[in-house]
Nanobody
């Protein structure tokens, strides 16, 4: 399974970005899709989840600002990020989890300037 994330960039505080991740495999629709992020010098943290059953959840730090969505027909998962803050600066990674098996893509860098 190859994941490909894109959409990162430099944005001013208060701005928006939309990250995209192309999943793969016939297992996509049965997979939980997640976005993680890792800031310099910090541990990787879970940002948002979209389960195969259609449930979403978010880290407290992004609730109300970020929205995860998925399109199973296109095998895509998205992360709409609004009201960005400098503390959102990190490498963002998408993750596909199929019954305990984790697949990762390369990160896409998001930099939020103050």
């Amino acid at each position: 399974v190859q994941l490909q994330a894109s959409g990162g960039g430099l944005v001013q505080a208060g701005g928006s970005l939309r990250l995209s991740c192309a999943g793969s495999g016939s297992i996509f629709s049965d997979s939980a899709m997640r976005w993680y992020r890792q800031a310099p010098g910090k541990q990787r943290e879970l940002v948002a989840t979209f389960t195969a059953a259609g449930r979403t959840s978010y880290a407290d730090s992004v609730k109300g600002r970020f929205t995860i969505s998925r399109d199973n027909a296109k095998k895509m998962v998205y992360l709409q990020m609004n009201s960005l803050k400098p503390e959102d600066t990190a490498d963002y990674y998408c993750n596909q989890n199929y019954f305990g098996y984790d697949y990762w893509g390369q990160g896409t860098l998001v930099t939020v300037s103050s």
